[in-house]
């Protein structure tokens, strides 16, 4: 049985990929940090997969946790096959560069960027040994091309740098079986978060030129397809899931 680890997990759109690798027959560990009122929430609503379902309370800005994390989820179910690094702070206020203090800085960089070369670092070797393993990170729309992006420049900044980290990584793990890819979700607002493909046809967006909202069901069957066995030819990808909608002039 593959097992995913999925970071963030337990609401949003990290609460809609652990599910659908639930769906897909995977064994899933997924980490949370304050909100221990979702994990519960999600252990009472997947009883069913109570079996395959593993929780880790984890700060993904301390190098310990990520240690612990990892290894926890490969005690768990003896093996580790996917990582999704959905886990990652943003800063909703509208803020110019000037305007971020030190800490705030800080928190965009490691929480975004220098969380994942931890992760690698713990879940790259456990791949290498398997000679498998999928790994997903999360960008935002034109991340691989490192755009301007007013208000938000902290994030992009470290999001940009993970662009390259994903690619570098996919070249130099590829002779391990193992792939990494980012995706690049648009516009999915609190309501559609953890909601579904068909619950999304069911509501209209005239913003977005497909004619619906963005759900997380879009992203994590996107997810879900970059971490099948078969998908081995696709690494070093940046795939952006937004609808057609153009994420950076929408929200200045």
């Known amino acids: 049985m593959r097992h995913a680890l999925v970071t963030a997990g337990t609401k949003g759109l990290g609460k809609k990929a652990a599910e659908e690798f639930l769906q ?34 984890a700060d993904m800005t301390e190098k310990r946790d990520i240690k612990t994390l990892a290894s926890s989820a490969v005690k768990q179910f003896g093996r580790l096959d996917v990582l999704v690094c959905n886990a990652g702070p943003y800063v909703f206020e509208r803020k110019k ?28 070797p456990v791949m290498r040994e398997q000679q498998y393993g999928r790994i997903v990170t999360y960008g935002f729309q034109g991340a691989g ?22 690619k570098s990584v996919s070249i130099e793990e590829a002779e391990n079986g193992i792939t990494v890819n980012m995706v690049c979700p ?8 953890e909601a579904s493909i068909p619950e999304a046809r069911r509501g209209q967006d005239s913003k977005t030129p497909v004619g619906r909202p963005a759900a997380g069901g879009d992203i994590a069957r996107a997810i879900t397809f970059l971490c099948e066995e078969h998908s081995d030819m696709i690494t070093g990808s940046v795939l952006e899931i937004t609808g057609g909608v153009d994420v950076l002039n929408k929200w200045r």
């Open 24 to 57: 897909h027959g995977y064994s899933v560990t997924v980490s949370y940090f304050r909100d221990t009122e979702a994990a519960e929430a999600m252990k009472k609503e997947w009883t069913t997969f109570r079996d395959r379902l593993h929780f880790v309370q």
């Open 97 to 124: 560069l000037m305007d971020y203090s030190t800490t705030e800085w800080n928190e965009m960089i490691q929480g975004n960027l220098s969380a994942v070369f931890h992760l690698f670092q713990e879940v790259i």
């Open 145 to 166: 091309s490192a755009p301007a992006w007013i208000y938000r420049s902290a994030y992009a900044a470290a999001k940009s740098g993970l662009v390259s980290l994903t």
């Open 186 to 193: 648009g516009v999915v607002t609190s309501d559609y978060k």
